[in-house]
């Protein structure tokens, strides 16, 4: 059974190597926007009989996800065997409870609306903080890729006498995955979110390591605050030379040019969300998950 990749990620750096590895053939589809805003789309393979696998970046998803429901129903008029949506970056997790009246749980909405159209899907490294799996979230197979051994090896490969600080408790798991990998020290700040730009940060234990180079890990940097927060209280200890890390670029607003303008000396990300910053591939992690969509 042939494999067909379509590729609505802009992101060749990724989608050429999971095409490769998954031993897909890279479908080709055009799409044409009218004065109105409206979209037409024309797929240029057959798809019937064949597992079709559509690798999107879904980062500031609002734009992106109607062309790719498009695409997806497009693609299940074709009688595919199967069609596997590889969303590196999984959009609407962190909308995970009710927060205030009138809300409702947009990450359930937005996983029935994906569902619908999709047999799998794989995902790299999803905001879980008030659910545990996607199972609790999604109806069909879903599969995770991680980013703990890449950022390891590319740690072990970039950094002189690290240690790895995560920004908030909910990043202990993987930056103690990250510093058992590489036997290196780990600290987790202690963070307390007053707002959506306001944060306040307490490091314990960092007088011990003003002789190692600071790599602060995090799964998302989406406006910069908290980072830049750490920063700060990382110089006010001592702490000379500091690098970031993070799965996915989000990057809201200026948030990059406002870090890149700190005291940070790198920034460096996963390529699931084309970015300038992007240093560490994924593609690995994404075609072993491959290996057990059924």
Known sequence: MSTLLFDLSDNLNLSAPVCEKIGATMGKLSMHYFPDGEVNIQLQNQCKGKTVVVLADLSHPNTKILPLLFVLRMIREHEPEKVVLIAPYLPYMRQDAVFNDGESILARHFAEILSENIDALITVDPHLHRFFSLDQVYPIRTYLAHTTSPIAQWIKTHINNPVIIGPDSESRQWVEAIASEIHVPFLVANKVRHGDKDVEITIRGIEDH?????????????????????????????????????????????????????????????????????????????????????
Request: charged share 20%; net charge negative; proline share 1%.
């Open 210 to 294: 003003k002789d190692k180079t600071v790599v602060l890990v995090d799964d998302i940097i989406s406006t910069g605050h908290t980072i830049l927060e750490i920063t700060k209280h990382l110089e006010d200890a001592g702490i000379n030379t500091i690098s970031c890390i993070a799965t996915h670029a989000i990057f809201n607003e200026n948030a990059y040019g406002m870090l890149s303008q700190s005291h940070i000396s790198q920034i460096v990300t996963c390529n699931t969300i084309p970015h300038v910053s992007n240093a560490v591939d994924v593609s690995d992690s994404i075609a072993e998950s491959y290996k057990l969509v059924k």
